[in-house]
T-cell receptor
């Protein structure tokens, strides 16, 4: 079964510093890859996704992620953290193919931005 | 805007009570899902539906049931609520390609 590992349940960065949130998946066949963000008292919303093509994917709010097949990773980065980035971030994967393909979510990383 | 809505947003109930959580969407998606979120556990799939006549159990369906009343409506029921069902519940829809999920705002359920 597919698994998703997010290293670090809590990450703290200073405002203006680099944000790096790590995600590794277990599938030997590259899946579809997603990053979602959850602000307090809200549902999850899509930050970015990788389906095919260019391995560096840009998303909303200045975030980007790079798919690295050899490392089975899809780490999320942002060059300069903003206070509004404080939220919980979830990595998710979905196997390719027709019919029902389960979406597996990581356990989440809470990002704290320190002024 | 096309959206996913959930009612109620918060609910406190007692052990043994029957409760229904409702989800409506205007995105026109065929696929709908119910997830449960517990701190530190991520999201766990309860049920999913590809259309009105296609309903399937997820990984934690025990103690839950669902009804797909129409393409746009998908309800989750707890027949006899128990305290360990206290959690945040999310409804989601998905496109047929890539399985990108679109989430509602969630229902915070507390079972006393």
């Amino acid at each position: 079964a597919q698994s998703v590992t997010q290293l670090g349940s809590h990450v703290s960065v200073s405002e203006g510093a680099l944000v790096l949130l790590r995600c590794n998946y277990s599938s030997s066949v590259p899946p579809y890859l997603f990053w979602y963000v959850q602000y307090p008292n809200q549902g999850l919303q899509l930050l970015l996704k990788y389906t095919t093509g260019a391995t560096l994917v840009k998303g909303i709010n200045g975030f980007e992620a790079e798919f690295k097949k050899s490392e089975t990773s899809f780490h999320l980065t942002k060059p300069s953290a903003h206070m509004s980035d404080a939220a919980e971030y979830f990595c998710a994967v979905s196997d390719r193919g027709g019919g029902y393909q389960k979406v597996t979510f990581g356990t989440g990383t809470k990002l704290q931005v320190i002024p | 805007d096309a959206d996913v809505t959930q009612t109620p947003r918060n609910r406190i109930t007692k052990t043994g009570k029957r409760i229904m959580l409702e989800c409506s969407q205007t995105k026109g998606h065929d696929r709908m899902y119910w997830y449960r979120q517990d701190p530190g556990l991520g999201l766990q799939l309860i049920y999913y539906s590809f259309d009105v006549k296609d309903i399937n159990k997820g990984e934690i369906s025990d103690g839950y049931s669902v009804s797909r009343q129409a393409q746009a409506k998908f309800s989750l029921s707890l027949e006899s609520a128990i305290p360990n069902q206290t959690a945040l519940y999310f409804c989601a829809t998905a496109t047929n390609s890539y399985n990108e999920q679109f989430f509602g705002p969630g229902t915070r359920l507390t079972v006393l």
